[in-house]
């Protein structure tokens, strides 16, 4: 049996999470200067100090931890284990203004993803979640535990959609003609039961972006599988709950509508997380390796 994360450990990385989005809330109403990486990405000096920080703190506490990096890389290390940073998930708002940014953090260990966090300093809104210790959201002082919603039904299920502008008219009509689509909505409102589902197609997101979801939205009872089902990240198990791929409503509906999404042009770089206990089992992107982040089209993540 996989053993539960250390709630040590979950307690260290949400502290972290917070720590930095302190910086980052600082920076973003200082001002901060912008640049563009050679791939044409922006950049703010805010990103380098605050993955600069979180480094540095990793560095004190475990220095035999391998650390990844939006921004500066790889950092080797020799015990097994591994912290995955973000420090500022949705930059092109953070640079323009506007307040739907967050900071990204994970942890993974030799039985694959074991901490998620995703912080949102603005809003002083926190959702983390441990393997085997349950998914929670923390606003302010206040810390409750969070599930997913309940809903069983495809037909009319709230679905957020994310990168919607880069999406082929397939993909939007095909979806469009069975769930309710909706511009408003992310991984934080699917695990507080604000929407039933989200697909991220089109513009790519990075292991940067997704390595805090699995364990997030499983903890919540949810279900996290590429388009075939298997894992989302390597070394990921996604945990298949009682009625995940047999539902008596998703499965019939999943049958109908699969074969027609896996031939819709860009559908391979189509991520599914879908909800519920009895939800359809369709597809979250590959994203397999760390790799620098082409942010194209503006997308909230």
Same mark, same amino acid.
């Given at each position: 049996? &996989?053993?539960?994360? =250390? ?9 972290? #999470? ?13 001002? &901060? ?6 791939? +044409? ?5 805010? =990103?380098?100090?605050? @993955? ?8 004190? $506490? ?5 650390? %990844?990096? @939006?921004?500066?890389?790889? /950092?080797? +290390?020799?015990? +097994?284990?591994?912290?995955? !940073?973000?420090?500022? =998930?949705? &930059? %092109? %708002?953070?640079?323009? $203004? ?5 900071? $990204? *953090? ?7 993803? #074991? *901490? ?13 979640? +441990? ?6 959201? /923390?606003i302010g002082s206040a810390t409750t535990p969070t599930r997913v919603g309940d809903r069983v039904k495809l037909s009319g299920a709230r679905t957020a959609m994310i990168n919607p502008g880069t999406w082929s008219e397939e993909l939007l009509t095909t979806l469009h003609r069975t769930v309710f689509l909706q511009t408003t909505g992310d991984i934080v409102g699917l695990v507080t039961g604000r929407v039933d589902a989200v697909v991220i197609a089109g513009g790519s997101m990075d292991y940067e972006d997704? #390595?805090?979801?699995?364990? *997030? ?6 279900? !996290? ?25 998703? $499965?019939?509906?999943? #049958? ?11 559908? /391979? ?12 089992? &369709? ?19």
């Open positions: 049996m &996989t053993p539960p994360a =250390d709630q040590d450990l979950v307690d260290f990385a949400v502290g972290l #999470a917070r720590r930095a989005g302190d910086l980052v809330t600082e920076r973003f109403f200082a001002g &901060t200067r912008v640049s563009f990486k050679p791939d +044409g990405t922006e950049v703010t000096e805010a =990103d380098l100090a605050v @993955e600069a920080l979180v480094r540095t703190e990793l560095a004190d $506490r475990f220095p035999r931890d391998e650390v %990844y990096g @939006e921004e500066l890389g790889t /950092s080797a +290390g020799t015990s +097994g284990r591994r912290w995955v !940073v973000d420090p500022i =998930d949705g &930059t %092109y %708002y953070f640079a323009h $203004r506007i307040p739907v940014f967050s900071t $990204r *953090i994970a942890f993974e260990d030799e039985h694959g993803p #074991a *901490i998620g966090v995703i912080h949102e300093p603005v809003a002083r809104q926190t959702i983390y979640a +441990g393997r085997g210790r349950g998914c929670w959201r /923390s997704l #390595a805090p979801i699995p364990v *997030i939205v499983t903890e919540a009872g949810g279900v !996290v599988t590429t388009l075939t089902g298997g894992p989302v990240l390597p070394g990921c198990t996604a945990r298949q709950l009682p009625g995940a791929a047999e539902g008596p409503i998703a $499965r019939p509906r999943l #049958a109908q509508h699969d074969p027609g999404l896996v031939r819709l042009p860009g559908i /391979s770089r189509c991520r599914w997380v879908p909800a519920g206990p009895n939800s359809v089992r &369709t597809g979250v992107v590959p994203g397999r390796r760390p790799c620098r982040r082409r942010r194209g089209p503006p997308s909230r993540r």
